[in-house]
């Protein structure tokens, strides 16, 4: 019985691949997938290919993996996690064997500028900053391949990573990346502009806005639509108060959004 279960065991083994894998780059992407990797089973994390050898081996070291800026090693997938408009360029430098999957972790980059052999696409729908863990079983993770063979491969290692994992074509990648732009970097640009609002004219802190920020986000995540939870002036139609805040704002840009996004929010609200 024991011979039989030793022999299961070894069979599972054989038959379980393990995808050794690169991360290029030091950016906040590539040490977000460095650190998600490092601790997956089915996966060996080999290498952290940067030219920032101060971050490269920082993240290395906290990887438990080497280093390099010279010689990448051999692995059968390398994620290209470097800027949109360094993915060609580091692509092209990128010396592997010829079996090897090339992806890159980009929202709004084509696959095509990887190749058109054995390339792909793995983008993570999420906002990373450095030394800041996140739980990247929960992130969306979308895939695209140079065809159904890479594809099913990378969507294997897309699966050890997150359990939302969906195939994805360029265009449509492009419209999530930009709903991120939206719902991410616009709306934190707007908790700036309050913080520094509260601070420069009423000498408060940001801590007095953080409540609200928790519980609007809150309410947005739990409601069916982010719409069906709008509150503020805009909605009740109270332009004196809009018209007030207007003035208030005196920078001509901070302004024209309060405008804008006043406007939009009242032509929107008519629709629920």
Same mark, same amino acid.
């Given at each position: 019985? =024991? =011979? *039989?279960?030793?022999? @299961?065991?070894?069979l599972k083994c054989s038959v379980m691949q393990c995808y050794d894998v690169v991360v290029v780059g030091s950016g906040n992407v590539a040490e977000a997938f460095a650190c998600s990797l490092a601790g997956c089973e089915g996966v060996k994390l080999c290498q952290v290919y940067a030219r920032n050898e101060e971050r490269g081996r920082a993240i290395a070291q906290m990887c438990s993996c080497e280093w390099s800026c010279s010689e990448v090693a051999a692995a059968d997938l390398y994620i290209i996690a470097v800027s949109d408009r360094? *993915?060609? $360029?580091v692509a092209k430098r990128l010396s592997c064997k010829e079996e090897a999957i090339v992806v890159h972790t980009a929202g709004s980059v084509e696959r095509s500028v990887l190749g058109e052999e054995r390339t792909g696409v793995l983008y993570p729908f999420?906002?990373? /900053?450095?030394?800041?863990?996140?739980?990247? $079983? &929960?992130v969306p993770l979308f895939v695209e391949g140079s065809d159904e063979q890479t594809t099913q491969q990378i969507e294997s290692v897309a699966n050890l990573l997150s359990r939302r994992v969906y195939r994805a074509t $360029? &265009? *449509?990648?492009?419209? *999530?990346?930009? /709903?991120?732009? =939206? &719902?991410?970097?616009?709306?934190?640009? @707007?908790?700036a502009m309050a913080a520094d609002r509260l601070e420069e004219n009423a000498s408060l802190p940001f801590d007095v806005l953080r409540p609200l920020i928790e519980e609007t986000a809150?309410?947005?995540v739990d409601a069916t639509h982010p719409r069906s939870v709008q509150t503020g002036p805009a909605v009740r139609g109270d332009f004196s108060v809009a018209e007030r805040h207007t003035k208030m704002l005196a920078d001509e840009h901070k302004a024209q959004i309060y405008k804008l996004l006043t406007e939009y929010i009242w032509q929107? $609200?008519?629709?629920i």
């Open positions: 019985r =024991l =011979l *039989v279960v030793i022999g @299961l065991l070894t360094a *993915v060609e $360029s999420q906002t990373f /900053t450095a030394g800041r863990r996140v739980d990247f $079983s &929960a $360029s &265009a *449509v990648r492009r419209e *999530v990346h930009l /709903t991120g732009v =939206l &719902a991410c970097n616009f709306v934190n640009a @707007l908790y809150r309410k947005a929107t $609200s008519k629709k």
